[in-house]
């Protein structure tokens, strides 16, 4: 093992672990609020990367105008689910809440199957973060730097929108107790719209910064990168940011460093780490006990 | 409607009084006729037809769909197969075995299939083998490549009731070897996905190429599981092993998301020597376009510039007119069935199992990939697609394959004799 296939595994399991957090975070804040475990978080990703391209397509190639208008019009979805199917599922069991966003999974693949067509698309280059720089010799791509950086920066931003704001503090009361902060005033409906919004926001996002990232777009896309954010989930503790973050970051370097190192194993690695955790800390790293 | 129906009774009436001259005259006027020898053929001829509808790969079901259906609107414009009007219902594969078996036994059971076809995955056929046997309906493989369903589940255990109109593993592993080994490059690494497909084209590459070529080294290899969107720590993988050649069976999106990653870690520059046995297809050189590099090794079970001649290329046009795409190679064996059931049942006069196998076994078609043979032992077809160097071409928004070498079917399908020394690669 030389230093240079070393740090070249270790940025590439960054690149990862920081690109499966850009998706957790959406899935765990909408979990941690409104107790939904949402398995159409997947779709925002997918209906993410392809509003990006159409964006990008309409507009005539800018990127960025694309990462900031695509993911807008996924949050009118995230509307539409909130307000007038999840709201009326809120009582009931856990099972119920999953099948329904089961249904909008499948509806989404279908959908993006007649808008965009069911064969896969090849994503646009993003210039100037197209190409790649030397680091040690060997060419890393300087996209996977610029996730590498933007992980962090959205976790720094969740973090201070929730322990610093006004309404970070509503938002924690409400996750922590519905009918106490209804009591006080809290519009509590409205508040949920807004943070399943907010979360939908956070998946597609990281949908429209995969287009360059995956090099791909295709019907049924988010059903992979869901289940690596779900186990990212788990192993962090559902409903915690912070857990997620970490989780991502150790699901990340343990893929790179498992294909790398122990290749057979690869696959199996992550599942039994998350299976360990199940095991001696069932409500993952930073979960709280019940 | 009216007119149409005189001259189809017309065609039968000829039909009958050729078939009855055959019976007289011992064969010495062979019915060569339309629908010589069908006078008890009934009913629309029904096709159940499977592939993979949804997830990722959802895209080359529709192009199976654009030949089948393609197939089917021209036979039944001209008169269908022995005067019946053929009939094609798709189901979607899901990719998953037990789906594909419930979905044959809906097709036998339920509506009434005469024939199946489709079958994308190697490990479907595989499992489907046994249950067509059962149900005893022929199933012609349009896509899933792997040896072992010809050589083992047709061969030896002797299902007849499997065909296969693709080209298998021999394409990919043995005739991939064939050109590697005219290549300076003395050392080889993969990444292939991680199953059956993927392992047995890479262990008949490396046998193949050994035997070529003694002093040949195969350094690394990553195994990449189905679903994989990110190949940046299989290249790692590569990259560190240093090769002086790649060969990959990725295929469809992971093999677009593969060399787009692969380019910008700047695999290309440092490995010159690139082979992907599955590039030619459609979807991956579309979904490319310019970030396809120049100068890698494409091949596939068919190539819409490939034979350069009236029969593929009038087929081409009417194709792109049709569906405003250019075939992919899932297009062209879906397309090419359908044309094989309709000369299997014209000439036997029959859609019964035993005498659709009998006429299918060492039958010569006239497709647009050239001619195909079905061969008796394995009911493989051979036929030759060329393995080719990618260029661009103004024509194309896409690459294509510029410098072709071929590595015929005959030389490279290697088996028969089947059994005894040579015929197992290295042969």
């Given amino acids: 093992l030389n230093l240079e296939s070393f740090i070249h595994v270790c940025l590439t399991g960054l690149s990862t672990g920081m690109f499966i957090w850009l998706v957790a975070s959406g899935l765990t804040l909408i979990f941690g609020v409104l107790g939904i475990l949402n398995f159409a978080h997947g779709s925002f990703y997918m209906l993410g990367a392809y509003f990006c391209f159409s964006v990008l397509r309409l507009v005539g190639g800018n990127f960025w105008l694309g990462v900031l208008i695509g993911p807008l019009c996924v949050c009118a979805a995230?509307?539409?689910?909130?307000?007038?199917?999840?709201?009326?599922?809120?009582?009931?069991?856990?099972?119920?809440?999953?099948?329904?966003?089961?249904?909008?999974?499948?509806?989404?693949?279908?959908?993006?199957?007649?808008?965009?067509?069911?064969?896969?698309?090849?994503?646009?280059?993003v210039a100037g973060l197209s190409g790649s720089v030397a680091i040690m010799g060997r060419n890393f791509p300087t996209y996977s730097l610029f996730i590498i950086a933007v992980g962090p920066l959205v976790a720094l931003g969740l973090w201070a929108l929730i322990e610093k704001t006004w309404y970070g503090r509503i938002i924690r009361a409400a996750s922590s107790d519905r009918e106490m902060a209804a009591a006080i005033g809290v519009k509590v409906p409205l508040l949920f719209t807004g943070v399943f919004m907010f979360g939908t926001w956070l998946g597609a996002v990281g949908g429209a910064l995969a287009v360059p990232f995956v090099g791909l777009l295709t019907p049924g896309m988010g059903e992979m990168i869901i289940i690596e954010a779900f186990v990212v989930a788990v192993i962090g503790g559902l409903g915690s940011l912070k857990g997620a973050f970490l989780g991502a970051l150790i699901i990340g370097l343990l893929s790179s460093f498992g294909t790398r190192f122990i290749p057979t194993f690869d696959m199996f690695l992550i599942f039994i780490l998350m299976a360990a955790v199940l095991i001696w800390r069932p409500q993952g790293f930073f979960g709280e006990a019940s | 409607m009216e007119k149409?129906?005189?001259?189809?009774?017309?065609?039968?009436?000829?039909?009958?009084?050729?078939?009855?001259?055959?019976?007289?005259?011992?064969?010495?006027?062979?019915?060569?006729?339309?629908?010589?020898?069908?006078?008890?053929?009934?009913?629309?001829?029904?096709?159940?037809?499977?592939?993979?509808?949804?997830?990722?790969?959802?895209?080359?079901?529709?192009?199976?769909?654009?030949?089948?259906?393609?197939?089917?609107?021209?036979?039944?414009?001209?008169?269908?197969?022995?005067?019946?009007?053929?009939?094609?219902?798709?189901?979607?594969?899901?990719?998953?075995?037990?789906?594909?078996?419930?979905?044959?036994?809906?097709?036998?059971?339920?509506?009434?299939?005469?024939?199946?076809?489709?079958?994308?995955?190697?490990?479907?056929?595989?499992?489907?083998?046994?249950?067509?046997?059962?149900?005893?309906?022929?199933?012609?493989?349009?896509?899933?490549?792997?040896?072992?369903?010809?050589?083992?589940?047709?061969?030896?255990?002797?299902?007849?009731?499997?065909?296969?109109?693709?080209?298998?593993?021999?394409?990919?592993?043995?005739?991939?070897?064939?050109?590697?080994?005219?290549?300076?490059?003395?050392?080889?690494?993969?990444?292939?996905?991680?199953?059956?497909?993927?392992?047995?084209?890479?262990?008949?590459?490396?046998?193949?190429?050994?035997?070529?070529?003694?002093?040949?080294?195969?350094?690394?290899?990553?195994?990449?599981?189905?679903?994989?969107?990110?190949?940046?720590?299989?290249?790692?993988?590569?990259?560190?092993?240093?090769?002086?050649?790649?060969?990959?069976?990725?295929?469809?999106?992971?093999?677009?998301?593969?060399?787009?990653?692969?380019?910008?870690?700047?695999?290309?520059?440092?490995?010159?020597?690139?082979?992907?046995?599955?590039?030619?297809?459609?979807?991956?050189?579309?979904?490319?376009?310019?970030?396809?590099?120049?100068?890698?090794?494409?091949?596939?079970?068919?190539?819409?510039?490939?034979?350069?001649?009236?029969?593929?290329?009038?087929?081409?046009?009417?194709?792109?007119?049709?569906?405003?795409?250019?075939?992919?190679?899932?297009?062209?064996?879906?397309?090419?069935?359908?044309?094989?059931?309709?000369?299997?049942?014209?000439?036997?006069?029959?859609?019964?199992?035993?005498?659709?196998?009998?006429?299918?076994?060492?039958?010569?078609?006239?497709?647009?990939?050239?001619?195909?043979?079905?061969?008796?032992?394995?009911?493989q077809a051979i036929y030759d697609v060329p393995w080719g160097l990618t260029v661009s071409d103004a024509k194309y928004p896409f690459k294509i394959m510029g410098k072709q070498v071929m590595v015929t079917a005959k030389e490279c399908f290697n088996r028969p004799p089947f059994e005894g020394p040579g015929t197992r690669p290295p042969y």
Wanted: glycine fraction near 8%; aromatic fraction near 12%; charged fraction near 20%.
């Fill in chain 1, 78 to 125: 995230g509307y539409v689910i909130e307000r007038w199917f999840l709201r009326y599922v809120y009582h009931l069991a856990l099972p119920y809440q999953l099948l329904l966003t089961f249904a909008f999974v499948l509806l989404f693949d279908d959908l993006v199957k007649i808008l965009w067509g069911a064969g896969s698309i090849g994503s646009p280059t």
């Fill in chain 2, 4 to 379: 149409k129906g005189l001259t189809r009774r017309g065609f039968i009436k000829t039909g009958l009084l050729t078939a009855g001259a055959v019976t007289l005259g011992t064969g010495i006027a062979k019915p060569t006729g339309m629908w010589a020898a069908t006078p008890k053929v009934k009913g629309p001829i029904k096709v159940g037809y499977q592939a993979i509808m949804s997830g990722t790969l959802a895209g080359y079901g529709e192009f199976h769909k654009m030949g089948a259906t393609m197939a089917m609107e021209e036979i039944n414009a001209a008169g269908g197969i022995a005067g019946n009007q053929l009939m094609v219902e798709y189901r979607d594969s899901t990719l998953q075995t037990p789906e594909a078996i419930q979905n044959a036994r809906y097709f036998v059971d339920s509506w009434g299939a005469d024939f199946l076809a489709g079958i994308d995955s190697s490990g479907q056929a595989l499992a489907l083998a046994p249950v067509m046997a059962e149900l005893d309906k022929i199933l012609m493989v349009t896509h899933a490549a792997t040896e072992k369903l010809t050589e083992e589940q047709v061969y030896k255990n002797g299902i007849k009731q499997i065909f296969r109109i693709c080209n298998a593993t021999y394409q990919d592993g043995n005739a991939a070897a064939f050109v590697a080994k005219d290549l300076p490059a003395k050392s080889w690494a993969t990444v292939s996905p991680k199953y059956e497909y993927g392992y047995t084209c890479w262990e008949m590459f490396k046998n193949t190429l050994t035997a070529l070529e003694a002093d040949v080294t195969f350094s690394a290899e990553s195994w990449a599981p189905f679903g994989t969107t990110d190949f940046r720590p299989h290249i790692n993988t590569i990259l560190d092993a240093k090769p002086e050649g790649l060969y990959s069976t990725e295929w469809a999106g992971e093999l677009i998301a593969f060399v787009k990653q692969a380019k910008q870690a700047g695999v290309f520059e440092r490995i010159k020597h690139v082979m992907f046995p599955v590039g030619a297809a459609m979807d991956v050189l579309e979904g490319l376009g310019d970030d396809m590099p120049d100068n890698v090794w494409i091949s596939g079970r068919y190539f819409f510039l490939y034979p350069n001649n009236k029969r593929n290329n009038d087929w081409v046009a009417r194709f792109h007119k049709r569906w405003n795409h250019y075939p992919a190679y899932v297009s062209e064996t879906g397309y090419s069935t359908m044309y094989a059931f309709k000369k299997a049942v014209e000439e036997s006069g029959s859609k019964e199992t035993a005498a659709i196998v009998q006429a299918l076994e060492g039958m010569m078609l006239d497709t647009p990939a050239g001619y195909r043979i079905f061969r008796k032992e394995d009911h």
